[in-house]
């Protein structure tokens, strides 16, 4: 039987700079094709080229068969004709991939309106029954919702609903759960793996993440720099892989630092009974505003030279928890105290609320590294000004010569060399300005640093270097760290004791290793469960 | 995994248009600029001296643009036209600006606040008075003058550069150099000024000549009615609005005023347009 | 939804209550009695004692504010101190010029600019987008009174299809009176409508450029359809934020055009107000015209509540 999606020796120009070179891939009947690679490999333009949904001066070239039928010599009309009923495409954000000012109904039945003149009653009924079908169904939400009324997976399945509508062979999935929690993205796969195994669906699912393709796809293409350097079935792969490129993005998708022996004395870092909420208005008229505990009676500890994870999924309340120690989060009541110096400390709410919520200002102790590499700079300052503005929270920073000279040791340390001082960040990439947030936080010698999702916005093999740099910096400056992650294996791979966030509370903690391995709590369980895993076995060897 | 400069501020090396508009907005304005400067040392005849047995004249060789009905050369009292036109335009401009950044600065860095609320529908208030009423209402208090079309126009500016400016800060509030700051222990003053002024910068540049040439406008239309500058002075407005009983007869005293109009806020808006692509390409314009 | 409705009422009421305030406290510091204008400089102590009485005036200023205040909501906005007639009758008998005119203006600047910049949008880069863009460049430069004396000189003295100017009054028939407007809507029209297009055509970019197109056009809807079906929707909110603020330019703008076509409208009734320093007309034309900029922004955020149900579902 001939493959439902033929690729053969597609290549791709955008305004004369070639972007893929001879990709040849196949999609078979009622199979999961994955496509693996680093940002810029070429994963989404393969997809969109066989869309025909290329940018303005984009030249293809090859030949690209749906059950025998070649793509590249339809029409546009023709094509039209063809997306939507034959191929099916779900995309990355979930948030801004729905039109905000029609109802999820109407976009579903777009897609039957857009391919035949069924009536609106029998489109509206199809609507319902895939809704239904990709678990929304049953009354819980009403065609008649807006999308900014339902979260990210909810929406995700939307986008199912109005890609699966006309039961195409084919769905395109381009990182349909990337920007999803844990327990989302399983939800969203299982359902995918639903629809490949009772309807007779084709995936050709794109992702970044290996132990994703490995839990999902029948076989899978490595893509790098715009070519397939290797593919075929999953495990096979998975176990052998040869090509050199193959071989290190393996490596570094499981990389783990070498760890410093585990030898901590005094607490750093002491929260007692932390509790945080926002205010939220009411929806009703004249309804009283209710209040929103972010954070409901927290306590933890951190000791010096310890590194510590945080995990917990958005929305569980850690980024408040992170604010409120860096200090720059009013608190209701506990205490937080930080080597010797209190952060923040309510004792009696009902007198303080009055005054305005208690924060003293912060001292210098604690830093953070956030996630985003494109936002935490100014762009309109040179490095060397970025990294010394940490100076004005200590009271003896140092000036003029001296200041250069802490400047230019913190660029060192990470990496980096003192002739980068004049520069502006967009010189760099994106794992440079991981390694300058860190100089920029190194630079006054805090004792904690908080990292928050520091490396998830980074590719596998540059986050296992910003890893490796964590770890030595940590033995060098005897740093403690607060590792922020929903990314398990990130957590695992860099912190002593982990702490499980959920609704506010912590409600597990406990060394790494056995939290990970053996886990109390049932949402711990859940989410190491629902965490996608490239199997030990295939590894090992 | 598609990677995105999601700031914005990133400077973006490709859509580079070629600054054309640039240079013809930037020729255009700085011709006039230079005829207002060259005025007050030298015209090609005097604007006060009347000479009623030349009243009237087509363009000619003598008088370039001909002359008016009291015989006075119309090249002449354009030159010391756009003195008045771009003095009132730089003023009102400016008052916009002086104190619709900081009320901007100041709502954005305290978003969802009292004083947030209070600049946003005072901005709100003002928007309700254009700034032909409010000149009419200052006319009407004070009697007619020059003034009265700097202070009108003025005031409708400072709504303007207020919600750009902080339309523009929103945003980068939520960026996370600001928490960095923040972390460093900065006020919310020390960060508006070092923080989130340098990158809206362009983004008021680009208001300002926008600003600039709508005051332009603005000053015509006054002065046309008869609340802008008062004469003998001479003012482009205020020219169109004596010519209007004589267009039949002497047509080159409406066109080339309204041509110098024309041309000024032309030149300002291209330049505007220039300045925009050059600072920023993804700059959205805001009116 | 209510309750949006309800907050953007609260918004306007003390919006018009503060714009009062200001208004009134204004004329009130001019110096000078408009008793003794009105008698002239050589009445007696006695009669402008009266007339100040009967004029209200020598009651303390904040119930003069307020019976001045609710005078208004019950239509009597005083007695015009020069013409000696109530004000509502001096501004009623104006006031359907002024409005139909900025109505009919706006009307012509959306159907103008709203296909332009459609047009401009959907061909990008093409010659009609940048006939469009020259164009709109152009109108924006042009100011308006002097696009309606060429206009006049044109149409009016040389070609004499309309006429230079006057109105015949509402009784001569509707076709009269529209032809006599419709100079002066052009006029008014043009810069704003040069000003909508070049914002429907950004709006429609940047609507073109956001994920949903690209899940449009994934689902099979051609080009064309995305642009109907998803794009112009979105884009118009940014358009009717424009055409919101384009009303109180509209209103300003036929002020000064009543007065190139001798138009008897508000625009003509304030200007005499301030010549002869009548300053009860000129208050009361002025509440009136912001009165009628803060109703129509009010307007504009009720339609932004039908376009978005993201501002109806708080």
Redesign the interface.
Known sequence: MNPLLDIKNLSLDIGGTPILRDISLSVGHGEICGIAG??GSGK?LTALSV?G?LPMGAQRRGVVRLNGNDLFRRS??EM??????EI??I???PM????????IGSQIT??LH??SKISKAEANEIALEKLARVGLGGGRISENT?P??LSGGQRQRV?IA??IAWQPALLIAD?PT?ALDVTTQAGILELLRDLVDNEGLSIMLIS?DLAVLADMADHVSIMENGAIVEGGATEPLFRGHRHPYTQKLFAAASHIPIQPLAKFREPLLTVENLRISYRK?S???FGKATKFEAVSDVSLQILEGESVGLVGESGCGKSTLARAI???QPIDTGRIELAGATIASVNNPEAEMRKGKAIS??A?L???V???P????????KVGR?IA?????IPDAPSGKEMVLRIDAALEEVGLSSTDRDKYI?EFS?GQRQRIAIA?ALVIKPKLILLDEAVS?L?VSIRAQILDLLAELRVTHGLSYLFISHDLSVVRAITDRVLVMLNGQILESGKTSEVLSAPHHDYTKQLIAFTPQIPADWISQ | MAKHDKSGLGKSASGFKSPTSLWIGGALTSIFVVAALVSFLWTPYSVEALNIGAKLQAPSGTHLFGTDHFGRDIFSMIMVGARVSIAVAIVAVGIGILVGVPLGLLAASRQNSFIDDLVMRSNDLVFAFPSLLIAILITAIFGTSALNAIIAIGIFNIPVFARVTRGSALPIWTLDFILAARVAGKSGLRISLEHILPNILNILIVQGTIQFSLGILAEAGLSYVGLGAQPPTPSWGRMLADSQTMISFAPHLAIFPGVAIIATVLGLNLMGDGLRDLLDPKLRRVR | MVRYIVTRFCVLSVSLLVASGIIFTMLEVVPGDPASFMLGINAEADTLAAMRRELGLDQPMLQRYLSWLGGMLTGDFGISYTYRVPVSELVMARIWISLPLAIFALILSTLIAVPAGLIAASRRGRVSDWTVMGTTQLGIAIPNFWFAMILVSIFAIKLRWFSAGGFPGWDQGFWICMQALLLPAIALALPQASILARVMRSSLLETLSQDYIRTARAKGLSQRRTVWAHAFRNALIPVLTIIGLQFSFLIAGAIIIENVFFLPGLGRLIFQGITQRDLIVVESVVMLLVFAVICVNFLVDIAYALVDPRLRRP
């Open positions: 680093e940002s989404s869309m949904l546009e009309a039209c004709q063809i997306r939507g009923r099916g495409m995309f990355q954000e801004t991939a729905l039109n905000p000012l029609k109802t777009e897609t857009t391919h807006y900014h009324e986008m109005q890609a990182e990337t970044h208005k929806t009703k008229l860096l200090g720059l200002s912060p210098g604690q830093q953070i956030f996630q985003d494109y936002g935490s700079f100014n762009p309109r300052h970025l503005e940490p100076f004005h929270a967009h994106g920029r916005a590719d």
